[in-house]
């Protein structure tokens, strides 16, 4: 039997779909399952994923063992620009836990629907690793995960980067998409996904209607990005040359009047960062910042929540953490009322 060589390729259906194939009739099957219940970005990263593994692992789906994902697992953690270059956020030299997580996620994912059609009598993908507990004889223990990710907080912008931001970008378009993160902490997809009849100008609101999984939610934005939007679709969207509904369009070249994709608003960002001389930037660290400013200044941390769209709410509580004031403030009310009790206590005691 000749070795399968994964080829992806992809195909958009409409404005919002995709088709995403490997040219393998279980896979692009499977990958028909995802489409049909997942958003076009989570088909793409999992036709991926697949094709980075069944490239290093040249087999057929139902001829992979266990012993091939645990050499996969192996294979993702080889250096991937030399041998001393690493990570400074974990100290790794390959591809990142998240990454390798995600990936073996997804294979999980694929053999557990070909073990459903009955094509497969078990999953090679193993859940976790058994680890007996000391002195637990008669109990199969606990399971550890193959990878674990280190949880880091994610990085905000100050003040001043932030000013430095808005004073570098070139358009009003481009502003409004920025302030949409920034203080609606909208995400990057929802803003390119927002189409005319999502903007309230009325009541300063913004209905999300392709957020992450589909989620539909209306949020309140401020009034500097209504300011900026009007004066994009005023002066710089061209009604005329428009081939769509979507808010943010391409404002010249042979793209001109079409909707905006991911690689433009990130090359818009990168150029305004170099400008603004500001290192390290991306769409989600603007979302990152709105939401912890927004937890600073004494929103609820149930409010935060919906303004993200966040559907639990552990999500949002790593927000507390990036907040500057909420940890010192807890700690001196505690650390106060600690230290008038032992005040009092030895005060009262004998000499």
């Known amino acids: 039997m000749p070795i399968f060589i994964p080829c992806l390729s992809r195909r958009a259906l409409g404005d919002t779909g995709v088709e995403v194939r490997l040219g393998h009739e279980l896979l692009d099957d499977y990958l028909r399952f995802v489409a049909a219940r997942c958003r076009p970005n989570s088909v793409l990263a999992a036709g991926y994923d697949l094709k980075v593994f069944f490239t290093i692992v040249a087999k057929d789906p139902v001829d992979v063992t266990t012993t091939d994902v645990f050499d996969f697992i192996a294979a993702q953690r080889l250096p991937v620009r030399g041998g001393n270059v690493v990570r400074l956020d974990d100290g790794e030299k390959g591809l990142s836990a998240r990454t390798i997580a995600r990936r073996l996620a997804t294979l999980s994912g694929l053999y557990g629907y070909l073990c459903a059609r009955d094509l497969m009598a078990a999953s090679p993908v193993p ?35 932030a000013a430095g931001l808005l004073a570098a970008l070139r358009t009003h378009r481009d502003r409004a998409m920025v302030l949409a993160m920034l203080l609606g902490g909208l995400r990057r997809c929802e803003v390119l996904g927002l189409r005319l009849t999502d903007v309230d100008l009325a009541d300063r609101r913004v209905t999300i209607a392709e957020g992450k999984g589909g989620h539909h939610r209306i949020v309140p934005v401020s009034s500097g990005f209504f300011a900026a939007l009007a004066d994009y679709l005023d002066q710089e969207r061209d009604a005329t040359a428009a081939t769509t509904d979507r808010v943010f369009v391409t404002l010249k070249g042979p793209r001109r009047g079409q909707p905006l994709s991911a690689p433009g608003l990130d090359e818009i960002l990168r150029g305004a960062r170099n400008r603004a001389g500001i290192e390290h930037l991306t769409c989600h660290m603007l979302r990152h910042t709105c939401l912890t400013r927004l937890r600073e200044a004494g929103m609820s941390l149930e409010a935060v929540q919906a303004q993200a769209g966040h559907r639990n709410i552990s999500s949002t509580r790593i927000y507390l953490h990036l907040a500057d004031t909420w940890l010192s403030t807890q700690y001196h009310q505690a650390v106060t009322a600690l230290d008038s009790s032992l005040t009092g206590t030895h005060s009262g005691g004998d000499a």
Not at 133 to 157: D, F, Q, W, Y
């Open 127 to 161: 859940t976790g690793l058994s680890v007996r507990l000391p002195g637990a004889r008669h109990r199969s223990g606990r399971a550890t995960p193959l990878i674990r990710t280190p949880r880091t907080l994610p990085r905000v912008l100050n003040p001043a980067d």
